[in-house]
């Protein structure tokens, strides 16, 4: 039968040449396309899990002061997202009509455009360093490693742009298990240096930023070296084709990109208004809510890994101008993201004490942290629906009305809850807030996808 003889590279391309797919052939591509990103996302939390493990046996105040501006990294990380996203979701349509000269055009543009804005945000992040952890309300037995740990992870802010900006090129082009390997070879570097750093070296939380950035620099290069000269549709080294700027692909960039932007900016800004609800509880909460949000991630990287693989097949199935595709994927892509984040959800909800027991001796953090987790298991299935609707709508290029209902949910509902329950339950209300918030954006956005409006560039 073809469905079990075909690869990926080989159903993408019935997609770009107009062939019809089965059912079994979609949820084949399907599989293929997210079982490398989910092993890669899952190793990642893995190691990251180590990192934090090797980071809490140091004692409470060294996991408070990496956990204080954890959410300050993770704005830095999701602006170069969608710097990428706006290029990369270009490229697949290009892939995707089968105009691959025009695809490594885009490429070239967005290899430019990000590293000058990744560079703009690396002096600004190194200038705001020191007065941060204070602006978020830690105290001064924390400040000097938080501000420590935030300026050298910047310092290496380019490097991960280029390491986003070129994972998403191979992605959309099809090529999942470069990324995937690249990032499985990051994480283990990075528990490597951190090791030899924090331990060996003796320097504490600055040896944890230290690995972090050397693992990015060295993984950044080797994965823009192989989308720049290895890949066979984006290889840049082509003989007749030249740069040439062209202003539409930067206003597309920006049309794509920009609401991801904002999106990444108010919803990072929120996590940092949540990081400063719960400052306030305590060295305890704040260190159990780090080890929760990294003890949870677990959970919600497979929900990630099949959104990376619809973001693809979205648009790729966009650019060919298969509308019964697009509803196809999305549904499919939609399912099986709630269900693997539903197990997961249920294996979190059993295992909870001992994920915590293995990132911190201290017990108040692992009985808190506990309980957090076992309440955000309820929320699973519907954070996968909200994390697949996203990636689906990105991968037609519709972005600002998924980052209006992400950024209405998440500061008026999630906010709101988490700072009045925080009042009478702590972190515990926090956290509840989280669960309830998180079903709610699942909800709205479910709705979005089957309405179909997403879909409007192939009507338009």
Not at 127 to 152: R, T
Not at 205 to 220: D, E, K
Not at 242 to 270: C, D, E, R, T
Not at 400 to 405: D, G, H, N, T, Y
Request: with cysteine.
């Amino acid at each position: 039968m073809r469905v079990f003889s075909a690869g990926s590279d080989e159903l993408l391309g019935y997609i770009r040449s107009g062939k019809s797919l089965t059912s079994s052939e979609k949820l084949n591509l399907i599989i293929q396309l997210s079982i490398p990103s989910i092993l890669a996302q899952i190793t990642s939390v893995v190691m990251f899990f180590i990192d934090q493990a090797m980071v809490g046996h140091l004692g409470a105040e060294a996991s408070a002061a990496c956990g204080l501006v954890e959410t300050s990294t993770w704005l830095f990380g999701s602006m170069t997202g969608a710097a990428s996203m706006g290029f990369s979701v270009q490229v697949a349509h290009f892939i995707g009509a089968n105009d691959f000269a025009r695809a490594r055009a885009v490429f070239r543009h967005g290899l430019i455009v990000t590293t000058v804005l990744s560079t703009v945000m690396m002096l600004a992040a190194v200038l705001i360093a020191k007065p941060l952890p204070y602006w978020l309300g830690g105290g001064a037995d924390i400040a000097h490693d938080a501000s420590l740990y935030f300026l050298i992870f910047s310092l290496a802010g380019p490097f991960f742009q280029l390491y986003s900006l070129s994972g998403a090129m191979l992605k959309c082009s099809g090529n999942m298990r470069t990324p995937s390997i690249i990032s499985i070879s990051m994480c283990v570097l990075d528990v490597v240096f951190n090791y030899f750093f924090i331990f060996l070296a003796g320097l504490g939380v600055m040896g944890a930023a230290i690995g972090t950035a050397l693992s990015i620099v060295i993984c950044g290069s080797v994965q823009a070296y192989i989308a720049i000269f290895r890949n066979k549709i984006l290889s840049l080294h082509r003989v007749g084709e030249h740069f040439q700027w062209v202003g539409a692909y930067l206003h597309n960039a920006m049309k794509i990109g920009l609401p991801m932007a904002a999106q990444s900016v108010l919803m990072s800004g929120a996590q940092i208004v949540s990081t400063m609800i719960v400052a306030p509880l305590g060295t305890i909460a704040i260190a159990a809510n780090t080890l929760g949000i990294t003890a949870e991630s677990l959970c919600y990287m497979p929900g990630y890994g099949i959104g990376e693989a619809a973001t693809t097949l979205i648009g790729q199935s966009l650019g060919a101008g298969r509308s019964d595709l697009c509803r196809n994927f999305a549904r499919m892509t939609l399912y099986s993201g709630m269900a693997v984040m539903a197990v997961m959800g249920a294996v979190m909800y059993v295992f909870a004490p001992e994920m915590m027991g293995l990132m911190t001796p201290v017990e108040e953090i692992k009985q808190l942290g506990a309980h957090c987790l076992r309440i955000e298991a309820f929320a699973e299935p519907m954070f996968a629906a909200s994390i697949v609707a996203v990636c689906v709508c990105v991968g037609a290029g519709d972005t600002l009305r998924p980052a209006i209902i992400s950024l209405c949910s998440m500061w008026f509902v999630r906010l709101t809850l988490a700072y009045y329950l925080s009042i009478h339950y702590g972190l515990v209300g926090v956290w509840t807030a989280m669960a309830i918030e998180l079903t709610f954006r699942g909800i709205l956005l479910s709705i979005r996808l089957f309405r179909g409006k997403w879909m409007k560039a192939l009507t338009s």
